[in-house]
Structure formats: structure tokens, C-alpha cells
């Protein structure tokens, strides 16, 4: 329970004072800072409800007049209110926020997952190839060196495509137990996570790379 500053009623933890509507800023998870079920599928049209409706009541401009320590609660509130916006807005961030949440993380090293080393060789390969190539012989305006490099990126967006797909499911596994989850859900969470971490980082290494071959 926390006790408002400003008219001293005793509640459950909250952003703003149920009855005063004064800012608290307690220190809540990312779901309860938006007063949201701790669900991992979430309706995008009740999110952004609650961030706009909470942020127009959070916002210093309405505690402008307002004792220094409400002032500082405000500013404290706004900055949850954002981050916790941000956080549960996309899918990946939830999930990477879910695992702390749940005392879990992923691997911090940089090893390519088994199941993608194929494709990230080639990608590579082929990335290496690009950046080599001298010739600027085009079929149909494509340049021939970036062929390959572009259909390897189709591929790559297809692949995150379905893990997005895989997501969304390994949400909808975690919302439906009631007990505590079992290691194998989060182990299957944090796979599709790292696979899409990893194509991400791909799909930017190679669209530089086109970028720089349009430009030369």
C-alpha cells in the first residue's frame, strides 16, 4: 500500500491517487504502470488508450503550480509511464521484458543459433562478394553482384515473418497457463527471440550494403 503525498489516502499502488488524482510515481512493473492484465498479448487500441489517457493526466504542464515534491512525482510518473509504453508497444520488447520479468534473460554471447548458421554463412558470402565486386554490369537495373544479396534479404524477411508468427503463439501458450510456466516455454521464448535478434541484424547489415552499392 502507498500513502498519497498530496491528500494522504492509503491505496494500492498506482501511478495517480484514486482520489485526488495526483501522481504517486510508485515504483510498478511495465503492465501495472498502464493498468494493464500481465498478459503477453495485448490489444494495441486499449494500450495506446492508456498511455494517451494517462499521459494527459500525468503531464507536468497540469502540476506547474504544484509543490516541488508533486512537480518531481509528476516528472517521475511521466518517464515510467513512456518507458512502459515503449516496452510493451512491440512484441519483441515484451518478450525480452517478460524474460526479466520472470528472472531470465537471454545469452549474452554473439554465437549464431544452430538452426540460421546455413543461412548467416551465406548471407556473409554473399555480403563479402558485393562489397568486392568491381563490375557494374545491371540485368533489368540490378546491378548482377546484388542479386543474390537481395534475394537472400527476401528470405530473410520471410524468416522473420514466421518467427513473428512463433511469437505470437508462444504468447498465447504463456496466457493460457494458469501455474507457473514451464522452463520449456521460456526456452522456446527465448529462441525465437534470439533467431529474430540475429535476422534483424542481418536485414540491416544487408540493406547497407545495397545502400552502398546504389551509391557507388
Known sequence: MVRCPSCARLQEPRLICSECAAPLACNLDCFAALGLARKLQIDQRLLEQAYHDLGRRLHP?????????????????????TRAYRTLREPV????????????????????????????????????????????????????????????QGQVMRMLEGLAGELEANFMAFDRIEAQPSEELFNELKRILSAMAYLTTLTRDIAKALDRRAAA
Open 61 to 81: 504542464d497540469r502540476f506547474a503550480n504544484a509543490p516541488a515534491k508533486l512537480r518531481d512525482l509528476s516528472l517521475r510518473a511521466t518517464a515510467l509511464l
Open 93 to 152: 520488447n515484451r518478450g525480452l521484458y517478460w524474460l526479466e520479468l520472470n528472472g531470465r534473460k537471454l545469452a549474452e554471447n554473439n554465437q549464431v543459433p544452430a538452426e540460421l548458421a546455413a543461412i548467416v554463412f551465406a548471407a556473409q558470402e554473399e555480403l563479402s562478394e558485393l562489397r568486392a565486386a568491381g563490375s557494374r554490369y545491371e540485368v533489368e537495373g540490378v546491378a548482377v553482384e546484388a542479386m543474390a544479396v537481395i534475394e537472400r
